[in-house]
C-alpha cells in the first residue's frame, strides 16, 4: 500500500468530461518490463528501453525496483558513479532510500519522497539503503525515471530537488474513486512541486476496483501508462494492462475539445491490489533530438560521450568526499566494456 494516501471525497477533483468532449487515445502497444540487476546487485523491472525511444521521448529510462520485502543483510543500493546530459528522478513509494551527490545534495527520501537529480554538465552520486534498513529488513518500493534535456540544457549546473511526500498535490477522480499523485507537471491546472527542464507530466495514480478514471492530456505530450500493482484496462478500447506492463499511448485524435487519456481498474484486484490498481501516467513534449549514449552518459554525438569519460577520468565531475572514495568506479567498468 503507497505511503502517501488520502481521503478522496476532501480532495479536489478532476473535471468531469462528458462523452461528447472526449478525445482519447488509443493504446498504441504493451509492452512487459524485463528484469535486470542493477548497482550492487538489486532486480529491477525495466519497461524502456527496450522499445523504440521515439515512443518515450522525451523519457529515456523507467525503472521499477520492489515492491520487495527484504530481510535481514539483504538490502543493496549503488556505489558512486557519474551522470551527464539527463535528469534521474527517484520516486520512493515505500521504504527508504539515501541519495549523495557531488554537489552537496541529497538526504534521506521515503515513504513517498522524491529526489529529482539533474545531472547535465556532469555529476556523481550514490544511492544506498539507509542502515536501519539494511540492518533490521522490510519494505521498499521505489521507481527511477531518467529525463532527457534538450542540447541546450545538457551543459547546465547540475542541481538537486528535495521532494517531500508534503509537497506532492493530490487530487481525485471526477467521482471521488481515484487518488492522483501529481509529482511533477500540471493535471487539470493542478501543478506539481518538481521543477523541470523538459515539460513533462508525472503522476501515480491508485484506481479504485470497478472505477474510471478520465484526465484531460496535453496534445503535444506522449502518453505512457506503467502498471505498479493489480490488474486494469487503459484507453477507450480497454485494453488490459497488468503488474510490470506499460501501455503506450498512440496519437491524439483531435477535436476542438482536446484530448484526454482514460483508465479503468478491474473489477477484482489481486491481494497484492486489494486497494486499488496502482498506475504511473507519464508524458512529455518530445524533443527530438539525435541520441549518443553509452553507460551513465546521454548526450548527442559519440564525440560527446568520449569527451564525457574524459572530463570524468579528469575530475570534471565533482570529487567524491575522501571518506568514500571507492576502488573502481562504475564509469571505469563501462569504459572496459
Known amino acids: 500500500m503507497p505511503a502517501v494516501t488520502a481521503d478522496t471525497l476532501t480532495l479536489p477533483r478532476l473535471p468531469r468530461m462528458p462523452e461528447s468532449e472526449r ?62 546530459g539527463f535528469e534521474t528522478v527517484t520516486y520512493i513509494i515505500d521504504g527508504a532510500f539515501q541519495h549523495r551527490d557531488t554537489t ?3 538526504g534521506l527520501i521515503s515513504d513517498g ?38 542540447r541546450a540544457q ?37 501543478e506539481g512541486p518538481g521543477v523541470t527542464y523538459t515539460p513533462i507530466t508525472y503522476l501515480h495514480a491508485t484506481v479504485s476496483p470497478g472505477a474510471r478514471l478520465t484526465m484531460p492530456w496535453p496534445r503535444d505530450f506522449n502518453a505512457l501508462l506503467y502498471v505498479l500493482s493489480g490488474d486494469g484496462f487503459a484507453g477507450p478500447e480497454d485494453r488490459p494492462v497488468s503488474e510490470g506492463q506499460l501501455a503506450v499511448f498512440g496519437g491524439s485524435h483531435h477535436t ?22 496502482e498506475v504511473l501516467v507519464l508524458g512529455g513534449l518530445p524533443i527530438r533530438e539525435p541520441i549518443a549514449r553509452y553507460g551513465p552518459f546521454v548526450m548527442n554525438t559519440r ?10 577520468q579528469a575530475g570534471r565531475m565533482g570529487t567524491i568526499p575522501a571518506e568514500h572514495v571507492p576502488h573502481r568506479s562504475t564509469a571505469d567498468e563501462n569504459l572496459d566494456a
Not at 518490463?33 to 550492487?40: I, M, N, Q, W
Not at 545531472?119 to 531518467?146: D, N, T, Y
Request: charged share 25%.
Open 23 to 84: 478525445a482519447a487515445r488509443r493504446v498504441a502497444k504493451v509492452v512487459r518490463a524485463r528484469r535486470f540487476l542493477e548497482g550492487e546487485g538489486f532486480e529491477v523491472r525495466r519497461p524502456f528501453p527496450g522499445m523504440d525511444l521515439s515512443l518515450a521521448d522525451p523519457f529515456l529510462l523507467l525503472d521499477h525496483m520492489g515492491a520487495v520485502e527484504y530481510a535481514p543483510g539483504e538490502a543493496k543500493g549503488t556505489p558512486w558513479h557519474p551522470h551527464r
Open 104 to 106: 552537496g545534495g541529497g
Open 113 to 150: 519522497d522524491t529526489q529529482w537529480m539533474t545531472a547535465a554538465s556532469g555529476i556523481q552520486h550514490i544511492e544506498q539503503p539507509p542502515p536501519e534498513l539494511v540492518a533490521k529488513g522490510g519494505l521498499f518500493h521505489g521507481v527511477q525515471l531518467w529525463v532527457n534535456l534538450p
Open 154 to 190: 545538457k551543459w547546465a549546473p547540475p542541481r538537486y530537488q528535495d521532494i517531500r511526500a508534503t509537497d506532492i498535490k493530490l487530487l481525485a477522480g471526477a467521482d471521488g474513486a481515484s487518488l492522483v499523485r501529481v509529482i511533477a507537471g500540471e493535471l487539470a491546472g493542478h
Open 256 to 277: 476542438e475539445h482536446g484530448d484526454a487519456l482514460t483508465l479503468r481498474a478491474a473489477d477484482t484486484q489481486p491481494l497484492a491490489g486489494r486497494n486499488g490498481w
Open 303 to 312: 564525440e560527446e560521450i568520449v569527451q564525457a569519460f574524459e572530463d570524468f
